[in-house]
């Protein structure tokens, strides 16, 4: 079992920046494509599912959403079993609860964290 946890959120002003960070407990991180996904409150409430985000590779590719594409940024620290996701110039659109997804490449197994929530007001 892989332990996925999210930590980073906050509250922020339009424009301003967080940087959320997920650790996994994996033996072998490097064999895991991360991602982050994000659910409006009003969109859980909806049955909505959660909207990829960003993704990251065991080899160092990356993804982005268009909605986020040249804001944020996505990347991994193998050493660590960390992961990250600068966002920078938040909107109040942005506001969700931000969930970690560890996907382990040889099986497609998926590990989820709780989620962080991230609120863009002013």
């Known amino acids: 079992q892989v332990q996925v946890v999210e930590s980073g959120g906050g509250l922020v002003q339009p424009g301003g920046s967080l940087r959320l960070s997920c650790a996994a407990s994996a033996s072998i991180f490097s064999i895991y494509t991360m991602g982050w996904y994000r659910q409006a409150p009003e969109k859980e409430r909806e049955g909505k599912e959660r909207?990829?985000?960003?993704?990251?590779?065991?080899?160092?590719?990356?993804n982005y959403s268009d909605s986020v594409k040249g804001r944020f940024t996505i990347s991994r620290d193998n050493a660590k079993k960390m992961v990250y996701l600068q966002m920078n110039n938040l909107k109040p659109e942005d506001t969700a609860v931000y969930y970690c997804?560890?996907?382990?490449?040889?099986?497609?197994?998926?590990?989820w964290g709780k989620g962080t929530l991230v609120t863009v007001s002013s």
């Open positions: 909207e990829l985000v960003a993704a990251i590779t065991s080899g160092g590719s990356t």
């Open positions: 997804r560890a996907r382990r490449d040889y099986d497609g197994m998926n590990y």
